[in-house]
């Protein structure tokens, strides 16, 4: 008698415990995903309609309880790769809040199968193109003398002086807001007997040459871009100007000369 008692007792207690969660995962459901989009070309305003209409359809009617912030943006980047999400939240019970906005593609290298890489700024890869094309029209930045790979879609591009390439794109895009504006393309080369060199092409005509860039990648760009935005409007469609180290420390910026 004893035993069926508690037999009876367990399952009723699991009865009440299934109800409850029936209860609950009727209260903590999506019913509603909200995004705040922010885009920069026609083709990402279309993506962004399409995405708002896939990710309804995606969480809507699943626990809130249970869903991992950390899944909905990999469901958005992986979809998405011109995308990033800034941010990602639960306001419980029923509403899934997403801020996306999208990468700004910037840079473009050729990869072996003669496709362009195309990155945002900061070295971020986004998709093969048949063409170094941008979305919000004209060409990337063409990056040449890099041996870069790309890890996968939304991983930064890998390989030497990847790091301080991007490190001083960033200064680029803090000054200009979108360093395709002034920089046509950016040469790594070794030719130099201290070590290597960045060579840019900006828009105008003029090329900086930026010596041993794997030292103060920053501090350098910061003074190549006061040099250059020094420079009269006939100066900067001519002639080259260097940033190169000093011995004992430092560097030193020269004057703007018409050749090598």
């Not at 803090?174 to 828009?203: H, I, K, P, Q, W």
Request: hydrophobic share 40%; charged share 25%.
């Amino acid at each position: 008698m004893k035993k069926k008692v508690l037999i009876l007792t367990g399952i009723a207690a699991a009865l009440l415990i299934a109800v409850i969660a029936a209860a609950l995962n009727a209260v903590f459901t999506v019913a509603r995903v909200e995004v705040r989009f922010s885009t920069c070309s026609e083709r990402g305003e279309s993506e962004a309609v399409l995405m708002q209409s896939e990710l309804g359809e995606y969480f809507v009617g699943k626990s809130s309880t249970f869903l991992k912030v950390e899944d909905v943006r990999a469901a958005v980047e992986a979809s998405y790769p011109a995308f990033r999400v800034v941010s990602a939240e639960k306001h419980l019970p029923r509403t899934v809040s997403l801020t996306v906005e999208e990468r700004r593609e910037t840079y473009a290298f050729r990869r072996e199968n003669g496709l362009f890489a195309i990155l945002d700024e900061e070295g971020v890869y986004l998709y093969d193109s048949e063409q170094n094309i941008n979305r919000r029209g004209g060409e990337n930045i063409l990056l040449e003398g890099f041996a870069l790979s790309v890890p996968g879609s939304g991983k930064i591009a890998e390989g030497s002086y990847a790091e301080e390439l991007f490190a001083m794109g960033r200064v680029l895009t803090e000054t200009f807001g979108d360093a395709r504006a002034n920089v046509v393309s950016v040469t790594l080369s070794s030719e130099y007997e201290m070590g290597a060199y960045f060579l840019l092409e900006m828009r105008e005509g003029v090329t900086v040459q930026i010596f041993t860039p794997e030292n103060e990648p920053e501090d350098k760009a910061r003074a190549a871009l006061e040099k250059y935005l020094s420079l009269s409007e006939t100066e900067k469609t001519y002639g080259f100007f260097d940033i190169i180290d000093r011995i004992g420390g430092g560097f030193t910026v020269s004057e703007h000369r018409a050749s090598l």
